[in-house]
DNA sequence: GTCTATAATTAGATAGAC
DNA sequence: GTCTATCTAATTATAGAC
């Protein structure tokens, strides 16, 4: 994990930012495996290796800090960008494809964060709503521009969220441990029934 | 489920016996809502009006009393049963009006307990995953015994996982707020898919 | 059976020395 | 900027009176 060892930069800067840095990345990796409720402070200062009140002084309250965590305004996007450069056609595989490279790469990602932290936890259940319905239920919706629309995204969600959990959070076998491009196959063709499949009924 | 009575009449023998199911009643219905975490003994116990000590009278711990909480034996499999009688070409359809008629009934189902505790709680993940794996994805591989019947039954639990977080834990619209009828309609098809759908691969 | 009192632990947060 | 020390509040859990 977090192998931010500072820059070897001459004259070498004030160490301030460092511990602020490690203090975030430890947090989300924390936040991550175990959810906000889940998570003290303590353990966050503990394992960064700095002083619990230091947490404190950098970002004021617990849940100041989760939001700094959960916030990667500018890490996501370029990744979400990909799933609509391309056709209709495929991109139910390309959904899929983009959504578990990006998690298998680390759980320090939002969207497990909120996840794992939204069921007992209300802020977090809104920050995650928010997130998946402006990241991808809106643009879906805007893509397909059929009356159902919202409906089919939505059913995207449940795809997302299903997938999130059982090999994220629960690892159910053996969708946990199966690999990138058996996932893309299962669900690649599901996801796509989901936006373009039969009958708009 | 339980309406609790409170007899008015005075002089009534206080039955130890109904506090005992009163809190149990009111455990399901925290558990429930918040999870195992952020569920304290005490808001239970201020909740069934009984005092905290009672509850650990009763339950020796509160991890007990999330097991009793949980334990619905016999409540659970007769609605599971239904599933498993008529045809395989209808089954998506039976999965998902069985699992959203039964959930739409109450929140105070293990299925919803577990799936809200599991993110935060190891011992609720593993419940959890014994729970799928036992009363559906066993039943449902054997039910189809071709060769990757391992892997629809995993999908399956994907959709029922994914349906569950949106539509009780989430509250995702428009999944929150449809009817019955229309989840069967949306759901049912895709959950078929998963099952009997195309190629096995 | 029910409740009071309390032990033991742990959490988030603050003040102030250095 | 960093840490020691501490405050306050809440939690699970137990002992024992009635």
């Given at each position: 994990?977090a ?11 004030r ?6 840095q490690?203090?975030l990345?430890?947090?989300r990796e924390?936040f991550g ?7 003290t402070?303590r353990?966050?200062?503990?394992a960064?290796?700095?002083?619990p009140?230091?947490?404190f ?5 617990k849940q ?5 965590a959960?916030?990667?305004s500018?890490?996501?996007p370029?990744?979400?960008a990909?799933i609509?450069t391309?056709?209709?056609d ?9 959504l578990?490279e990006n998690?298998?790469k680390?759980?320090r990602?939002?969207?497990v964060?909120l996840?794992?932290?939204?069921p007992t936890?209300?802020?977090s ?9 402006r990241?991808i239920?809106?643009?879906l919706a ?7 629309a919202?409906?089919?995204a ?6 997302i969220?299903?997938l999130?959990?059982?090999?994220y959070?629960?690892r159910?076998?053996p ?6 491009d058996e996932?893309v ?17």
């Amino acid at each position: 994990m977090a192998e931010h060892d500072t820059p070897g930069r001459p004259g070498r800067w004030r160490s301030g930012a460092e511990s602020k840095q490690r203090i975030l990345d430890t947090a989300r990796e924390l936040f991550g495996e175990h959810g906000y409720g889940a998570t003290t402070v303590r353990a966050i200062a503990k394992a960064a290796g700095v002083d619990p009140a230091m947490v404190f002084y950098f970002f004021g309250t617990k849940q100041d800090l989760f939001g700094a965590a959960v916030d990667m305004s500018g890490a996501v996007p370029p990744a979400i960008a990909s799933i609509f450069t391309g056709g209709l056609d495929t991109i139910g595989e390309r959904i899929v494809r983009t959504l578990v490279e990006n998690l298998d790469k680390s759980g320090r990602t939002p969207l497990v964060m909120l996840t794992r932290s939204a069921p007992t936890d209300a802020r977090s259940e809104t920050l995650l709503r928010e997130f998946i319905d402006r990241e991808i239920t809106d643009r879906l919706a805007a893509l397909l521009g059929t009356p159902d629309a919202t409906v089919r995204a939505a059913m995207v969600n449940v795809q997302i969220l299903g997938l999130t959990v059982a090999r994220y959070i629960m690892r159910i076998e053996p969708i946990a441990s199966a690999s990138v491009d058996e996932l893309v196959e299962r669900f690649g063709p599901l996801v796509q029934y989901c936006l373009t499949g039969p009958p708009a009924a």
